[in-house]
């Protein structure tokens, strides 16, 4: 599966921002998909993941309560809602995938597919 985030963009503290990744190829809806940031210098974090069954979704604790992931598996698509943002939230925000996962989901090494990444800066 090939995927292509976007959606990301400059906001203001407090703001919000939908992300959208679109995933190609068949058996979407046999992917556990992610989403996974990065700022400069900083290494890869999880975000939240959903998974393919649509039975869990997680969150990290920093996001917890603000960020909403959700999925529509007819369009191929997987949506990242963020709100409340914080200039601490500002990186590069990228889509994984991962064919039937259903544990390890937190861990990056655990996802094959990724898209190229959007940007979110959160100003102060």
């Known amino acids: 599966v090939q995927l292509q985030a976007s959606g990301g963009g400059l906001v203001q503290t407090g703001g919000s921002l939908r992300l959208s990744c679109t995933g190609s190829?068949?058996?979407?809806?046999?992917?556990?998909m992610a989403w996974f940031r990065q700022a400069p210098g900083q290494e890869r974090e999880f975000v939240g993941a959903?998974?393919?069954?649509?039975?869990?979704?997680g969150y990290a604790d920093s996001v917890k309560g603000r960020f909403t992931i959700s999925r529509d598996n007819a369009k191929n698509m997987v949506y990242l809602q963020t709100n409340s943002l914080k200039p601490e939230d500002t990186a590069v925000y990228l889509c994984?995938?991962?064919?039937?996962?259903?544990?390890?989901?937190?861990?990056?090494?655990?996802?094959?597919?990724w898209g190229q990444g959007t940007l979110v800066t959160v100003s102060s």
């Open positions: 994984a995938a991962a064919q039937y996962a259903r544990n390890d989901l937190r861990r990056a090494e655990k996802y094959i597919y």
């Open positions: 190829g068949r058996l979407f809806n046999t992917y556990t």
């Open positions: 959903t998974t393919y069954t649509d039975r869990w979704t």
